[in-house]
């Protein structure tokens, strides 16, 4: 029978906070097509795995303007213009969050997120700099879902796999924290995650303050 966990780990990336190359592209792009070819093609996933891995933005942008020296300025954006991949936090989770806070449950992050950016983001939600203890991806050269980074995390933190559940909105991150002994839900919502970790045993409201159209508390 599973241990009831009493440690929440999240991840930040639509979870915590929302983020789509698109929401910036679709400013750069009239034709939604070349939009998703430039996404495909150019400045793809992979790059912004790199990144998250710890490739510098400078060092990427450089690489992929000499593959791609004709979209040079939409390349660039991908770094001088990242904020805007951001239009804001995921209110029910935010809120979930300050519960969880104001009853003292453990709170972590293990997040695939760039070095350099990572600092951004987290002086402008300052929620984000108030966990126990966040494992950055781009400061630890190791990225989700390598098993490395999850036992890196369990290490620092001097947990037992058992005692955490583990929440990210990458099914394969989710079976990654899985394969390292960490519960794990995959994020589906707000609402959805509160009614799955007050299942789990956490003492958590059964609905948000949002979810009666009530202001969330600082």
Not at 97 to 110: H, M, N, Q, S
Not at 184 to 205: D, M, N, S, V, W
């Amino acid at each position: 029978m599973p241990v009831a966990p009493s440690n929440i780990v999240f991840d930040v990336g639509n979870v915590l906070i929302e983020w789509d190359p698109r929401n910036l592209y679709r400013r750069i792009f009239d034709d939604p097509a070349r939009m998703e070819w430039f996404l495909a093609n150019v400045f793809t996933s992979a790059v912004n795995l790199d990144c998250d891995r710890g490739l510098s933005f400078a060092d990427a942008v450089a690489m992929v303007t000499t593959r791609h020296p004709e979209h040079e300025e939409a390349i660039r954006a991908f770094d001088t213009r990242w904020p805007e991949m951001i239009p804001g936090p995921i209110a029910g989770s935010v809120a979930l969050l300050e519960e969880i806070r104001r009853k003292g449950i453990p709170d972590y992050a293990i997040t695939n997120f760039s070095r350099e950016k990572f600092p951004l983001a987290a002086a402008r939600f300052d929620f984000l700099r108030g966990f126990r203890l966040v494992v950055v991806s781009g400061e630890e050269g190791l990225v989700k879902p390598d098993r490395a980074i999850y036992d890196l995390f369990l290490a620092r933190a001097g947990l037992a796999a058992q005692s955490c559940v583990f929440i990210d909105d990458s099914p394969a991150n989710v079976a990654g924290a899985r394969d390292a002994g960490m519960q794990a839900l995959h994020f589906r919502g707000p609402e959805i995650l509160r009614t799955e970790l007050r299942a789990l045993g956490f003492a958590l409201c059964a609905q948000s303050a949002e979810a009666f159209g009530v202001a969330s508390m600082a």
